[in-house]
């Protein structure tokens, strides 16, 4: 990543942190969080705070893997394009995806919905999107909480969370453990910026003047239409890969972007090689780049860049992991290998 000009954090945190988002106070946050929980365990507790998704023991070979997360801040574009029927997919995406970064098949959802003024419509609306997630991600919605919070949440406002609960066979679990040095990087396509980068965007889309009807030559559709682009559900075909023994880790790529999360797919001791000139990333990262006064290359700390799933395959199974993404509707791309040097590392082919 390239640093900032006076040699503090990459330029991409420091554009988040003129969005009013300090990622460093976030990683401090987590540490402390795994201190704390750390101290409430039960025995059958495979893995907790810090992967993807928790793991627990159930016995005879069976764990379940759950994972929580929320909407952040795309909740507002969508507020203020009056289209809630996209979010609630999104919900689904971000913990079904993590959930399947494990090996694991989503069982069940449940969402919770804190809004100022309950409106019926609304309310159906927002939970239609979870239901088609839920659909989508192959799991059953199970329930879910609606409270109103008058007098902290103005009317029209709202905030959105969920967790997931699946299941996998301990001989399926994928996760660092199973990855070796000369592995491949499987990427899938992200539909967009999914659900993070949305402080950026209102920094410097929405209140730099752009509208959300505005069509952008660039992205060949309103921005609106642009920014509510569901997030991608990678469950059928991450499962397709580890049914065909094709899948070793996953690493889905959310807040934190490649920097951060690709490393939680890596074992201590290996590293991955990123050729970013294997694919192209869709117009609104650039876009986005431009406006936030950055380089696009200085983004892949803090979003996607395009590719919002990747799964580390064996280097044998490549051509064959490809075919099979390709069985179930993905487009893969081969976009680097692991190897023996330490961190991540990006080039440009």
Known sequence: ????????????????????????????????????????????VVSGVGGFA?????????????????????LEVARLAGRLQTVGIDLVAMCANDVA????????????LATGVVVPEEVASIVAGVAEGCRLAGCALLGGETAEHPGVLTAGRFDLAGFCVGAVRREQLLGPHRVRAGDGLLG???TGLHANGFSLVRRF?????????????????????????????????????????LARSCAHITGGGWAENLPRALPDGLGARVDTGTWT??????????????????????????????????????????????EAGYQAQVVGEVDGEHGVRFVHS
């Open 1 to 44: 990543m390239t640093p900032s000009p006076g040699g503090g954090a990459p330029a991409g945190e420091e554009a988040y942190r003129r969005a009013g988002v300090d990622l460093g106070a976030g990683h401090r946050a987590v540490e402390l969080i795994k201190d704390i929980s750390a101290r409430v365990t039960r025995p059958e």
């Open 54 to 74: 928790g793991l627990f023991d159930l016995g005879d070979g069976r764990l379940l893997v759950a994972a929580t997360d929320g909407v952040g801040t795309k």
């Open 101 to 112: 970064c494990a090996g694991g098949e989503p069982l069940f959802f449940l969402d919770y």
């Open 188 to 190: 899938l396509p992200s």
């Open 205 to 245: 889309l929405l209140d730099g003047g752009r509208s959300l009807d505005d069509v952008v030559p660039a992205l060949g559709r309103t921005l609106g239409e642009e920014l509510l682009q569901p997030t991608a559900i990678y469950v059928p075909v991450v499962l397709a890969l580890r049914d065909a023994g």
């Open 281 to 326: 990333p869709p117009p609104i990262f650039p876009f986005l780049a431009e406006a936030a006064g950055v380089a696009p290359r200085d983004l892949f700390d803090v979003l996607n860049m395009g590719i919002g799933m990747v799964v580390i395959v064996p280097a044998d199974g490549v051509n064959a992991a490809v075919d099979t993404c390709r």
